[in-house]
């Protein structure tokens, strides 16, 4: 289709050149230029002009990234769209009450409530590949070049998490204003200069990780986890530079004590996770040199039968009901009784315990399992893996816009929808018809839903997403010396 457009205008500048002379045709050219560009920049179809169909070694990471972004999409668009009562159920187990719901079956409910599943999964994730190469550089020995590997990368890690967050908040802040947008986290100001100082206020307490404080984004509080994704990045990179000079042993052993220290002395469950993500890489790493530690080499003969029970049992801790934080609550779901006697003293909500261990099989498991890292190379997840990002920050958004109206007028109504959208209520109601989750009147403004947050995240993604990753690469470039790579100290 672009290429059709280039052709289209391509003809119709020589026909402009040839009847009204060279000035036409040069203001006939420049049009063209920016209509390309803006084609380029609003086109719902992904750019793969010029982009090679091999996978990286670890792109089923980037798929299983996209895939978990998908299941938060559907997580919260369950929450959002259901009444209170049916919320509880989501985040339950099966029968729990006495209410045996299909979407609380075991393994099933994922694809409805795995939304605390993929955070939790993106965290180990994030370890995995912020450790990569300079895990790479402490197993080869080259201090030098991790110095300046972890320098570079701790530079641009605070851009490349908040310039899209901070550019896509502000656009949602002025659109809502200007177009006088009824939203329902958003409290209106009496200007829209006002509204700006608020919006500034909020942004620049949210950027700042190390306030003693929680602080929550009202423009799209689903984001609570960019400032945890930079405090867990943050975690990576100290840790890498302590243990540079360990041994492999030493290493290893100083991983595995930092998670026990973040799950079971204090609630550092988020800390715990990326480490998770750092020790996979570094065992993966090893794996590949035949480079493993005894322990691990004896185990080799039953490696499937592991990452199979892994694989599983993760599946299986991921669906952890979520509707309260309190243990003795989980208690009462079924099947979650006994284990509830695991969690630890210092985690405070229990779910996040069990989403430890989840996570980190999960991200262990799946490139030992042939089918299931096929699955996440497929064209679908690679795609959805490279627009994760931007699909996050835009989903809150179009529910609390698009998702709220379309809501109200199929049928779904709730209190602040009845009072704050009436002309929007029942406009096309239609039956509540199908299992809870998978109601008729639940899926059909996904017609219209899901095209619109895909093809926001494209253009998110064009325009401040792989900006944000280039910015902060040529900043740090041109505000650092052509020295030789600094090395450790002594």
């Known amino acids: 289709m672009p290429s059709d457009v280039t052709e289209m205008e391509s003809r119709w500048d020589k026909h402009q050149y040839a009847s009204s002379g060279p000035l036409s045709a040069l203001i006939s050219m420049l049009a063209s230029l920016r209509i390309n560009k803006i084609w380029r920049l609003l086109s719902p179809w992904p750019r793969t002009h010029g982009q090679s169909d091999k996978l990286r070694p670890t792109a089923y990471l980037d798929g299983l990234r996209g895939f978990a972004a998908f299941l938060v999409y559907v997580h919260h668009h369950q929450l959002w769209a259901h009444v209170p009562e049916q919320r509880t159920f989501f985040e339950s187990s099966f029968c729990y009450d006495g209410y045996c ?50 320098g570079s990368a701790l530079f641009r890690r605070w851009l490349r998490l908040y310039i899209p967050l901070i550019t896509t908040t502000f656009i949602f802040m002025v659109f809502t204003y200007v177009f006088d947008i009824w939203v329902l986290p958003l409290k209106r100001a009496s200007s829209l200069g006002a509204e700006i100082w608020g919006w500034y206020c909020e942004v620049k307490n949210f950027t700042f990780i190390f306030h003693t404080r929680a602080e929550i984004l009202s423009y799209n509080f689903h984001l609570w986890s960019i400032p945890v994704e930079m ?56 794996a590949g040199k035949n480079d493993l530690p005894a322990f691990f080499e004896r185990l080799r003969p039953y490696k499937m039968i592991i990452m199979y029970h892994f694989f599983f049992i993760a599946l299986w801790l ?30 405070y909500d229990v779910k996040w315990f069990f989403l430890f261990f989840a996570a980190f099989m999960l991200v262990a498991a799946i490139p030992h399992i042939g089918w299931a890292k096929r699955f996440f190379e497929t064209r679908f997840c690679q795609h959805m893996g490279r627009i994760s990002f931007a699909f996050y920050l835009v989903h809150g958004p179009v529910i609390w816009t698009v998702g709220d109206r379309l809501y109200a007028a199929v049928g779904w109504w709730e209190e602040h929808r009845v009072k704050n959208l009436p002309q929007w209520v029942n406009i096309w109601e239609l039956p509540k018809t199908g299992p809870m989750g998978m109601e008729l009147s639940f899926l059909v403004p996904h017609i219209i839903l899901l095209p619109l ?21 040529w900043l740090y470039k041109s505000t650092t010396t052509q020295a030789k790579p600094t090395k450790l100290p002594e």
Not at 258 to 286: K, N, P, T
Not at 331 to 343: A, E, M, T, V
């Open 231 to 286: 405090k867990g990045s943050i975690v990576v990179y100290t840790a890498l530079l302590a243990f540079a000079r360990c041994t492999r042993s030493a290493r290893l052993w100083l991983q595995v004590g930092l998670m026990f220290y973040f799950m079971f002395i204090v609630d550092g469950w988020y800390c715990a996770l990326f480490v998770a993500g750092m020790f996979i890489s570094d065992v993966e790493q090893l």
């Open 453 to 473: 947050t895909l093809w926001l995240a494209e253009i998110v993604t064009r325009m401040f997403d792989e900006p944000s990753v280039r910015f902060p690469q």
């Open 318 to 347: 991921g669906g952890i009901p979520a509707h309260s934080a309190d243990v003795q609550e989980l208690r009462k779901n079924p099947g979650w009784y006994y284990l509830s006697f695991l969690k630890s003293q210092s985690i």
């Open 101 to 150: 719901y299909f979407v609380a079956l075991p393994f099933i409910r994922l694809f409805f409530h795995g939304g605390h599943f993929a955070v939790a999964t993106f965290f180990v994730i994030s370890g995995y590949v912020l450790s990569m190469k300079p895990m790479s550089l402490i197993q080869a020995g080259d201090q030098s070049k991790l110095a300046d590997n972890l």
